[in-house]
């Protein structure tokens, strides 16, 4: 249990519990209540955590997949490479990188005007939804949101890609045929999650389509809130 991943797994646990607990009470609530409300320092902090966990996620997810990388291709060195010392460094840069962005995104919203009685079309207080209700200038937010979004979405989902592309490759090297599909089963596994995972966060934030329904922006926001925290235990922990 001192190994690499499953310490890399636990806080995996521990953001996936934070991050369906950030949504799923007040939405709960809210389904109860006959007048469902959120005051707005309630929505702003709601907001915070919710790109925290999800932000953290990401990065988490990164730093798995380049465990296995080193773990299937550079065998002999594994335990030289994740050293104790750089699995503490690569959560506690995630977590840093976390704060740092979602504070960012709070405070750029925190500025905003909001001018009528509000109502969020959505589950939670999303950005996007926050944004289209704003009367202020949003230029700034959406330049930060491309940016950002760029840094903890693309970036890490491409590293992701290559992750599991170099470890493809190494597999197929090997002429053990039962070997090959236990690392198609399992790689595949694990994409597909997080296909799922940055996917549908790619498309909501950073190709936003004005044909885009309110019904279809909250099934595809349920996908990467409930769907993908309730898979990431099958897939990597009882996989694993």
Not at 65 to 70: L, M, S
Not at 134 to 152: A, F, K, Q
Not at 211 to 216: E, L, Q, Y
Request: glycine share 2%; with cysteine; hydrophobic share 50%.
């Amino acid at each position: 249990l001192h190994q690499p991943m499953f310490y890399l797994l636990s806080n995996l646990s521990f953001s996936d519990l934070c991050f369906s607990s950030v949504t799923m009470p007040e939405l709960l609530q809210n389904m109860q209540s006959q007048v469902p409300s959120i005051p707005y320092a309630g929505c702003l902090t709601q907001m915070y955590f919710f790109l925290f966990f999800a932000d953290l996620e990401s990065l988490l997810l990164v730093n798995m997949a380049y465990d296995r990388y080193v773990a299937i291709c550079f065998p002999l060195h594994y335990t030289t490479i994740m050293s104790p010392k750089l699995c503490f460094s690569l959560v506690a840069l995630s977590w840093v990188q976390t704060t740092f962005n979602a504070l960012l995104h709070t405070l750029l919203m925190a500025r905003l005007c909001f001018c009528a009685d509000n109502v969020i079309a959505h589950f939670f207080c999303d950005m996007s939804a926050l944004l289209k209700l704003s009367c202020s200038d949003t230029r700034v937010n959406e330049l930060v949101i491309y940016l950002m979004g760029g840094l903890n979405l693309v970036i890490p989902f491409l590293l992701i890609i290559t992750s599991y592309a170099r470890i493809l490759s190494s597999i197929l090297k090997v002429p053990s045929s039962g070997g090959i599909r236990k690392a198609f089963s399992t790689c595949g596994s694990h994409l597909s999650v997080v296909s799922l995972f940055y996917g549908t966060v790619i498309v909501l934030y950073l190709c936003p389509s004005a044909n885009n329904s309110t019904v279809k922006e909250t099934v595809m926001s349920m996908m990467y809130t409930v769907v993908t925290p309730m898979l990431n235990p099958v897939i990597y922990r009882m996989r694993t």
